[in-house]
């Protein structure tokens, strides 16, 4: 590969990474918008409830049919394309595809809008009248959100095969950003002069659906003129030529097998989500607004790493040079122990000033504060074994193996609906506590697999793998607890002072003030014993 490639392909990647956090902070910012008009009410569950739906069938075949079955066809293709017959048969092949797209997911679609009162009753406490009335309409509103959503796969995949990237990176900004703007418009223009709470919370329930749906359209029709430039044109067909176009059935042949593995990881949000809402009134909520915290935690450090040095894996794997690959696969390990770990404790530590300053306004309460503040205690238990998980996989990726993963993705999950089970059965305590530790146990069991499965290649040392990284975990939990005694005593000191003065005062300046006595502490540790991954990590993006 050229420099200029080289420089090209390095700079399309730092975009895309810079758009996915940009998404991230603004997925952020759409949970705190519906917690300050939703709280942790019904209304706030039958959202999430209503917009897990779509999102789950996107997640598992729009998206799954795009990166596994329809790019690597699609460059097949572009590989033939320079006579007039391979032009032909690319057209031929994307007007099948927008086709068969189009058609299943408005099957789907309306199958999904006949059925939505069946589908919801398994979320929700049957008894609760209301709350199954506002879910079944708010799941109607979003189920169309399916179809426009993967036509926009569809665009991507065709821009992602062209090595055109920035498009799709942006639109999930856009997304973001509609819905935020719609349920900050529409909530008042659905409520009228109605001053009663429980109306205004479910009316801006409906907005932010509406703008859902909205932001999906908007995803597509920002993609269309780049994918229009690119010169390849499609155009609905039959549907007997779509199901019979060699291209398209080959898609079919891919996705099938890569869906049972899918299904297993997506699911989790599934049966977790159908066990929290027979829990108790805003434990659906309250375990989502942590998940969100969780995820921009992982979005921040886990795109900038993968960016940087994940990519190195394959290319080695790809020359044989094992013992690199090893050196490289521990160094990962370790730069994510470094950065998950003291994370984890700043949060245990600070973690009710965190919530409260990111969600507490209008309808999120100190109660929808001690709810959320529980369940993320439980969830940043398991960031380091899910930040982990994120460097083991792809080291199996590299080497062409996805059996593995998948299979450590579906004992993962086995154990998460076990434990979940039984936490909502035998002990459940109003709260989404023991289904977040459920969720971070099966973490742990998912990272414990994918080592399991790595001693099988003969040619990594897994022994110098699993010790480095233990030895080294175990070296800055120790560092995280000592800095995080006078971050204690430094939240309990400033915390009276600067109550009631403010959200971003109250909250904002302890937080701040934590973070840089937790961050002094732990960085003066390093520097004292030379930390050798720290220097690593300044090498690699001075060379960068």
């Not at 596994?68 to 391979?86: Q, R, W």
């Not at 927008?98 to 406490?125: E, K, Q």
């Not at 008894?127 to 426009?148: G, W």
């Not at 971003?504 to 934590?514: E, H, K, M, N, S």
């Amino acid at each position: 590969m050229s420099s200029k490639k080289s420089r090209s392909l390095l700079s399309a990647g730092l975009s895309l990474s810079f758009f996915t956090l940009c998404s991230r902070i603004l997925g952020l910012v759409r949970e705190m918008t519906k917690a300050a008009f939703l709280g942790t009410s019904k209304y706030a569950d039958a959202f999430g409830i209503a917009f897990m739906i779509p999102n789950l069938l996107r997640r598992l075949f729009a998206e799954n049919a795009i990166s596994v079955a329809f790019i690597p066809t699609f460059k097949g293709y572009l590989e033939d394309s320079d006579s007039s017959e391979g032009k032909q048969t690319i057209h031929d092949f994307l007007s099948a595809t927008i086709t068969l797209i189009s058609f299943l997911t408005t099957c789907v679609v309306l199958a999904g809008i006949l059925l939505t009162p069946l589908i919801v009753r398994i979320f929700l406490d049957n008894d609760d009248k209301s709350l199954l009335a506002e879910t079944t309409i708010l799941t109607r509103i979003m189920f169309p959100y399916l179809v426009v959503i993967s036509i926009a796969a569809f665009f991507q995949g065709v821009l992602n095969g062209v090595k055109i990237f920035s498009p799709s990176g942006f639109t999930p900004v856009l997304f973001n950003s509609v819905v935020i703007a719609a349920t900050y418009i529409l909530t008042p223009i659905l409520t009228g002069n109605i001053e009663d709470s429980e109306v205004k919370a479910q009316m801006a329930a409906r907005a932010m659906s509406i703008g859902v749906i909205s932001g999906g359209c908007v995803q597509a029709l920002f993609q269309l003129p780049f994918v229009l430039k690119t010169g390849w044109t499609f155009h609905f067909t039959t549907l007997k030529k779509a199901f019979t176009n060699p291209g398209t059935r080959r898609v079919m042949k891919l996705i099938v097998p890569t869906i049972i593995g899918m299904a297993a990881y997506q699911l989790n949000d599934v049966v977790s989500t159908a066990l929290a809402g027979k829990a108790g009134t805003g434990i659906v909520s309250s375990l989502q607004y942590s998940l969100r915290l969780q995820e921009l935690i992982l979005g921040i450090f886990a795109v900038s790493i993968g960016t940087v040095i994940l990519p190195d894996l394959s290319g080695l794997a790809k020359k044989e040079m094992w013992a690199d690959f090893n050196a490289m696969l521990i160094q990962a390990s370790k730069i994510m122990a470094l950065i998950s770990i003291p994370v984890t404790f700043f949060s245990l530590v600070c973690g009710e000033e965190i919530i409260s300053l990111v969600y507490k306004s209008k309808k999120f309460s100190d109660e929808s504060v001690r709810l959320t503040l529980v369940a993320f205690r439980m969830h940043i238990a398991g960031l380091f074994f899910i930040a982990l998980n994120r460097i083991i996989s792809p080291a199996f990726y590299a080497q062409g193996n996805t059996k593995s993963p998948t299979v450590a993705g579906i004992f993962g999950f086995a154990v998460n609906i076990a434990l979940a089970v039984a936490v909502v059965t035998f002990r459940n305590d109003g709260t989404g506590a023991g289904i977040a530790l459920a969720l971070s146990i099966a973490s742990f069991a998912n990272t414990v697999a994918l080592f399991i499965f790595l001693k099988k290649n003969q040619n990594l040392d897994v022994k110098a793998v699993t010790k480095g990284t233990i030895f080294y975990s175990l070296k800055l939990i120790v560092f995280s607890l000592i800095a995080a005694v006078p971050t204690f005593f430094v939240r309990n000191a400033l915390n009276p002072v600067f109550a009631g003065r403010g959200r971003l005062i109250d909250f904002g300046v302890p937080v701040f003030a934590c973070a840089m006595v937790f961050a002094i502490a732990g960085v003066a540790m390093l520097v004292i014993t030379k930390d050798e991954i720290v220097r690593v990590i300044i090498r690699k993006f001075k060379h960068r």
